[in-house]
C-alpha cells in the first residue's frame, strides 16, 4: 500500500500525476499553513514572446490572510482570475494540438467560481487526473483529525491507511526522520526521477512546468503512456 501526501497545489508539474498513478492514496495536505507566491497559488507556462523569459506564471490572486492561515481557509481574491489564465494559455499555446481540449476541460472546472483555493487546486488535480486516465484514492487531510509534529502527522496519516511505503515530494529529504518512519514500518521513497522530454512549443526545452505544457503538446493518451514509463530514482 503506497500512501502520497502533498500540500494542493495550482495546476501542477508532471510529478504530482506520476504520484496520483503510482500511489494507491493520494492526500491533499490542506489543514498547514499557507505559503505565498508558493506553488499552492501559482505555476508556470511556456511563454512565447521575446523578452528574454521563458516562461510565464499563472498566479491565483488570494484575499488578505494572516500567516498562520491554513491552506485549506485560504479565499480567491477575484473569481473572475481565471479568464486572464486561459488567455494566457490561448495565446502561448497557439496551434497546439490539443489546446482546445485542454481549454474546454479547464473550463468546466473554473465556472463553478469556486471561493476558495484549495477547492478550486483540488477538483483541478481530480479533474485533470481523469482526463489523463489515472486513478488513485483522494483524500483530504483537513478530514482526518490528525495530530503531532510534522513527522508524527505523516506517519499517522500512513497509518491511517495501512500503508507500507510513503512516497515523500523529494524536498522533505532534508527535514524527514528516516528512523522515526522505520520503526513504524513504513519505508520512505521519493518522487525523484530524470524529467522526460517531449514535443514543446518552444526550444530549448524546459522542464518542470504546469501539466497544461505537455497535455496541450501531445494530448492525454500519449501523457498517460509517458507517465507509465517514468522510473523513480
Known sequence: MKTF???PTYLPWLGIFKAIDYCDNFVF?????????????????????????????????????S????????????????????DLVR??????????????VLEQVYCNNYEYLADLNI???MVLSDYIGLKTNFVR?????????????LINICTLFKTDVYLSPVGSKDYLDDTQFLSHG???E????????YLQSKIPFFSHLSIIDILVNIGPKDVRLLIDNIELV
Open 67 to 86: 500567516l498562520e492561515t491554513k491552506i485549506k481557509d485560504i479565499k480567491i481574491k477575484d473569481k473572475n482570475f481565471y479568464k486572464k489564465h486561459l
Open 190 to 197: 521519493f518522487l525523484d526521477f530524470v524529467h522526460p522530454v
Open 186 to 188: 513504513l519505508k520512505i
Open 29 to 65: 495536505y490542506d489543514d498547514v499553513q499557507f505559503e505565498k507566491q508558493s506553488w499552492q497559488q501559482r505555476n508556470r507556462i511556456i511563454n512565447i514572446s521575446n523578452n528574454g523569459k521563458p516562461f510565464v506564471y499563472l498566479n491565483v490572486p488570494v484575499g488578505e490572510h
Open 123 to 125: 477538483k483541478l488535480i
Open 91 to 104: 495565446i502561448n499555446y497557439k496551434g497546439a494540438p490539443f489546446l482546445d481540449e485542454v481549454l474546454d
Open 5 to 7: 501526501i502533498t500540500q
Open 141 to 153: 487531510s483537513k478530514k482526518l483529525n490528525i495530530n503531532g509534529n510534522r513527522n508524527e502527522r
